[in-house]
T-cell receptor
C-alpha cells in the first residue's frame, strides 16, 4: 500500500503559486520524501526530494513539517505547462512506493 | 542526450505470446528499474537491478523475467502474456546503488495491450 495521501485533484490559476499537500504520517526517520510529475502519459519527471530541511531548486520548493508527517510542494509561478499528475513518494527499502498522485490543472 | 530509451513504444500481443521489452541508458548509471502503470494509478515496481550482474524482485514480479545484459541494458520479458499484463511499462535508471536518494530518470514508456 502507498505510504502517502494526496488530494486527487487541484486547480490553480496561471501565474499563481501552486501548493500541493501530501500526508506521510508513517514515514520513518531515515526515509526521504520525493516528488515526481507525469505530464500526459509521458515518463515521470523528477522534481525534488528532501529528508528534514526545506529544499528549493529551479523547479520547486519542498516544505516538510517539523514532525515530518506531511509536506507541501510549491510551484512558485505556475504555467500551463505545469498541468500534470504530481506524485509524492516515500522510499520503502529499495523501492519508491507510488500512490495515485494529484492531478494539477493550471487554468488561464 | 538520449537518456533512457525504451523499445518498442507500442505493442499488441495475443494471450500466450512472449516478448521482450528493451531498455538502454547512456548515463553510466548503476541502477535500473522496470515499472508498470495501470490506468489512473501510480507506478508499481516489477524488478530492479542495483548494479550490473544483480537483479531483484519488486512489488509485482509474477509473470515477468529480467536480464541485466550489461551496464547499459536492462530487458523485461513476458514469457506467456496475459490480459492482466496490459499496461504501460516504464524503465528507469539512476546513479548510485542502494537506497534511492538520488534522482531517477525515466524512459517514455511502452504501451502494451494483450488481447
Amino acid at each position: 500500500d502507498a505510504k502517502t495521501t494526496q488530494p486527487p485533484s487541484m486547480d490553480c490559476a496561471e501565474g499563481r503559486a501552486a501548493n500541493l499537500p501530501c500526508n506521510h504520517s508513517t514515514i520513518s526517520g531515515n526515509e526521504y520524501v520525493y516528488w515526481y510529475r507525469q505530464i500526459h502519459s509521458q515518463g515521470p519527471q523528477y522534481i525534488i526530494h528532501g529528508l528534514k530541511n526545506n529544499e528549493t531548486n529551479e523547479m520547486a520548493s519542498l516544505i516538510i513539517t517539523e514532525d515530518r508527517k506531511s509536506s507541501t510542494l510549491i510551484l512558485p509561478h505556475a504555467t500551463l505547462r505545469d498541468t500534470a499528475v504530481y506524485y509524492c513518494i516515500v522510499r520503502s527499502n529499495y523501492q519508491l512506493i507510488w500512490g495515485a498522485g494529484t492531478k494539477l490543472i493550471i487554468k488561464p | 542526450n538520449a537518456g533512457v530509451t525504451q523499445t518498442p513504444k507500442f505493442q499488441v500481443l495475443k494471450t500466450g505470446q512472449s516478448m521482450t521489452l528493451q531498455c538502454a541508458q547512456d548515463m553510466n548509471h548503476n541502477s535500473m528499474y522496470w515499472y508498470r502503470q495501470d490506468p489512473g494509478m501510480g507506478l508499481r515496481l516489477i524488478y530492479y537491478s542495483a548494479s550490473e550482474g544483480t537483479t531483484d524482485k519488486g512489488e509485482v514480479p509474477n509473470g515477468y523475467n529480467v536480464s541485466r545484459l550489461n551496464k547499459r541494458e536492462f530487458s523485461l520479458r513476458l514469457e506467456s502474456a496475459a490480459p492482466s499484463q496490459t499496461s504501460v511499462y516504464f524503465c528507469a535508471s539512476r546513479p548510485g546503488t542502494g537506497f534511492m536518494n538520488t534522482e531517477a530518470f525515466f524512459g517514455q514508456g511502452t504501451r502494451l495491450t494483450v488481447v
